[in-house]
């Protein structure tokens, strides 16, 4: 199929079934909550019947803990997405984007994304009022983290990483399908990085499990990004798991 064409049967079928809503923020923030539960109950179901590393209570009990608040405005927000008039919409094209301009968006929005995730987490480390007040909500979880670790933040912090994470799709024009196949991408990156885990070929691409378990039981920042690892390489904060 030609490269120009690829990916419009995709793109059809997202405005077929999706209408209007394909233009509001409701849309990338849908993106954004698969990220979380796509690999969230996957990884919930390996945690309880597979390795049985956590009881279903425990990881219940951590489920609660990092999504009853999230989960709840994602359910206040949905019908103000639907139908309420919003000043702020996406652009919706009739044609899909080529496979080029996909690959070069989707690189794109991992590399800034991981870069300005990176600097924040750094400064989240170094300032201490920070550090204490907001980021140590994260850091209370210590290893073996579940992977809904990664969603016990503070309502400061989720807002913060959140715009970092999916800052290239907010400040750059991007097709809004390659905006959603990002933001669902990226999100369950971060995800899986608190898995718990060691995924082989994976965890040579992006931040891993066994290098972030590291980042939670040291004092020092190492293995700061939780999407890839070239910050933490660039920067001389990696450090290989053991």
């Not at 995730?117 to 550090?131: D, L, M, P, T, V």
């Not at 912090?157 to 800052?167: D, K, N, Q, R």
């Amino acid at each position: 199929m030609n490269s120009e064409l690829a990916l419009q049967p995709a793109w059809d079928f997202f405005i077929r079934h999706g209408g209007d809503f394909l233009s509001s923020p409701g849309f990338i923030l849908t993106a954004v909550m698969l990220g979380v539960y796509v690999p969230g109950i996957f990884f919930s179901i390996i945690d309880v019947f597979i390795t049985k590393r956590l009881t279903l209570k425990q990881s219940a009990a951590v489920y609660w803990r990092a999504m009853k608040w999230y989960s709840t405005f994602y359910i206040v927000a949905m019908p103000i997405f639907l139908f309420v008039p919003l000043p702020v919409k996406l652009n919706i094209p009739a044609n899909a984007p080529t496979v080029i301009e996909f690959c070069k968006d989707l690189l794109f929005y991992f590399l800034l994304g991981d870069f300005a995730s990176y600097i924040w987490h750094r400064i989240e480390h170094q300032n201490k009022w920070y550090a204490k007040k907001v980021h140590y909500v994260h850091h209370f979880d210590r290893p073996p983290l579940s992977i809904w670790t990664a969603m016990v933040v503070h309502p400061v912090e989720g807002f913060s990483v959140f715009v970092f994470f999916h800052i290239y799709g907010i400040l750059f024009p991007i097709h809004p399908l390659t905006f959603f196949v990002a933001a669902f991408s990226l999100t369950a990156v971060t995800m899986v990085t608190h898995c718990g885990y060691k995924i082989p070929v994976y965890d040579k691409i992006f931040a891993n499990s066994p290098c972030h378990d590291f980042h939670h039981s040291s004092r020092e920042p190492k293995n700061v990004s939780v999407v890839l690892t070239i910050c933490d390489r660039i920067f001389g904060t990696y450090q290989k798991a053991g």
